[in-house]
């Protein structure tokens, strides 16, 4: 039954990417006039082709796993947080700050405290002001969660535009942080550090809590049905806060080992959209952590492979970028799908002439 039940969950995902493949096959048929087949096989072949490649696709794998972990929990509980990309830079902020600022501990004390701090941090940030307004005035999450982002971001140019946390210099950038506060590289001549194992870790830790726990279970509950919920006597309240503050735990995890294993310092822009395109990740996966995994090292494969595919065959890079939202267009049209199927089938059922007599 539970094999059953993760095979459904990921068919119809499975599908949308089948889907979009090729559709984008076609749109590269159509406006550069190039074989599909062998643009996707350069575009995987950078992504996964050899150890080199493979190592810059689990590295930016890594914050969209932790990232997209967090996402999946605050969807599996019913909540749409797409603010994770505020509650990433708070985490990086935070990461940043005490990386160059404090000094003199040791790496084993230094970056468990970075840790602590980054996900306290994004736990704040996404459940006190979102989670407490959706719980206590009504406030849609998506509204809260969207605003939270761009004042973190805005925050952060103000500490690195003169603010500060502005390292000398002309660059918009804090300090580079201490040796003690940095990630140990796992492949030389690569960015891809010990974080792996911290996101391998995070994977574990979410999977246990969502599905062998009292705790994951009421807040998956909650998210299946609130008003089931409340019948069952669970505090539906404390859950939402406490879904809100894990997704932003979990982002602002992210920030910080981005900063701890790739970045080394907070930058103006220092971010690729990890924040929106774990959204993706969490809907591809179904909230599942296992999936996470597969879905993250999926679309960081299509970002790293375009710079191949754009070498060898002359198609723009941004076509992964056309992929992925027709991914989400297909996942989109199998969740309405999913809604349509089932009214369908409540409409049968009290049709249906009692005792099945006509």
């Known amino acids: 039954m539970m094999v059953k039940k993760v095979l459904q969950s990921i068919l119809m995902p499975l599908i949308a990417i089948f889907i979009s493949m090729i559709v984008g096959g076609i749109v590269i048929l159509i406006t ?129 535009e003169g603010g500060p946390m502005m390292d000398k210099g002309t660059i918009p950038q804090s300090p580079v942080i201490q040796n003690s506060a940095k990630l140990s590289t796992l492949v030389p001549n690569t960015q891809l550090s010990s974080g792996l194992f911290i996101a391998i870790l995070a994977v574990v830790i979410v999977y246990i809590l969502m599905y062998k726990t009292t705790l994951g279970y009421e807040l998956r509950a909650v998210g299946f049905n609130v008003k089931a919920a409340k019948y069952a006597g669970i505090n539906v309240a404390q859950k939402l806060v406490l879904a809100m503050g894990l997704s932003g735990a979990f982002a602002g995890l992210a920030g910080a080992v981005q900063i701890m294993g790739v970045q080394y310092r907070l930058y103006d822009s220092f971010t690729s959209g990890y924040g929106y395109t774990a959204i993706v990740v969490a809907l591809l996966a179904n909230n599942n952590p296992i999936g996470v995994v597969i879905a993250a090292l999926f679309l960081a494969g299509l970002s790293t492979g375009a710079q191949e595919m754009q070498m060898q065959t002359n198609i723009s890079g941004q076509l992964a970028d056309v992929v992925v939202g027709l991914i989400i267009f297909f996942i989109a049209i199998e969740e309405l799908y999913r809604i349509v199927i089932e009214k369908i089938k409540n409409r049968k059922t009290k049709l249906q002439p009692v005792g099945g007599q006509k």
Do not use: D, R
């Open 32 to 160: 550069a006039k190039q074989n599909p087949i062998y643009a996707y096989l350069a575009l995987f072949s950078g992504a996964y082709g050899n150890l080199m490649n493979f190592a810059t696709t689990l590295t930016n794998a890594i914050p969209l796993i932790i990232t997209g972990l967090g996402v999946a929990i605050a969807f599996s509980s019913g909540l749409f947080n797409i603010g994770a990309e505020g509650q990433f830079w708070i985490g990086a902020i935070v990461a940043t700050y005490l990386g160059y600022q404090v000094k003199g501990l040791p790496w084993f004390l230094h970056i468990p405290l970075i840790i602590i701090c980054a996900m306290i941090a994004g736990a704040l940030w996404g459940g006190v002001v979102p989670g407490l307004a959706k719980v206590y005035t009504g406030a849609h999450e998506v509204i809260t969660t969207m605003m939270m982002s761009y004042i973190a971001i805005y925050f952060s140019h103000y500490l690195l």
